[in-house]
């Protein structure tokens, strides 16, 4: 991402910052570490390590590339039970162990409980991620629900 684009969408974000409401236990050496979080947006900064590392040459497997990206959505939406429906995602670019990827994830839609987000990952100025990431905020926490209690119910 150039400067200027950076620059501006910096400037575009220039809103109070707030503190995170979910995926508090996440293992943000793996996901990513929180660089900026605002209402609706949360850029997150992913520094690769060996244990990243898919082959020899050094390429680092798209899972952790897709775990910040998805990290980033969720930290854009900031609900204590939001969680990830379906996802739309192109790797556009190999990461390479040593590389730092910066995600930039925007919620785009609201409707109810469901939001929309879209999350860019760059290396440098090299764009190696994009995708579209839908989540549904839950009124308990996914393990909670009474419908999966209810599902276990029949499979005895």
Same mark, same amino acid.
Do not use: W
């Given at each position: 991402?150039?400067?200027?684009?950076?620059?501006?969408?910096?400037?575009? &974000?220039?809103?109070?910052?707030?503190?995170?409401?979910? &995926?508090?236990?996440?293992?943000?050496?793996?996901?990513?570490?929180?660089?900026?979080?605002?209402?609706?947006?949360?850029?997150?900064?992913?520094?690769?390590?060996?244990?990243?590392?898919?082959?020899?040459?050094?390429?680092?497997?798209?899972?952790?590339?897709?775990?910040?990206?998805?990290?980033?959505?969720?930290?854009?939406?900031?609900?204590?039970?939001?969680?990830?429906?379906?996802?739309?995602?192109?790797?556009?670019?190999?990461? %390479?162990?040593?590389?730092?990827?910066?995600?930039?994830?925007?919620?785009?839609?609201?409707?109810?409980?469901? %939001?929309?987000? &879209?999350?860019?990952?760059?290396?440098?100025?090299?764009?190696?991620?994009?995708?579209?990431?839908?989540?549904?905020?839950?009124? &308990?926490?996914? *393990?909670? *629900?009474?419908?999966?209690?209810?599902?276990?119910?029949?499979?005895?």
């Amino acid at each position: 991402m150039s400067d200027e684009q950076h620059s501006n969408t910096e400037e575009s &974000h220039a809103q109070e910052e707030i503190y995170l409401q979910t &995926h508090l236990k996440i293992n943000q050496a793996l996901s990513g570490d929180i660089e900026l979080l605002q209402q609706g947006y949360a850029k997150v900064l992913l520094d690769t390590t060996e244990d990243m590392r898919a082959d020899d040459a050094g390429l680092v497997h798209g899972g952790f590339i897709f775990s910040a990206a998805d990290f980033a959505a969720m930290a854009a939406v900031n609900e204590k039970n939001v969680v990830l429906a379906a996802s739309n995602c192109q790797f556009l670019a190999p990461v %390479r162990v040593g590389d730092s990827v910066v995600f930039e994830a925007q919620v785009r839609h609201k409707e109810g409980r469901k %939001r929309n987000v &879209h999350v860019k990952g760059y290396t440098s100025e090299v764009k190696v991620f994009e995708g579209e990431f839908k989540t549904v905020i839950t009124e &308990h926490h996914v *393990l909670n *629900l009474s419908l999966l209690q209810n599902s276990e119910a029949l499979d005895d």
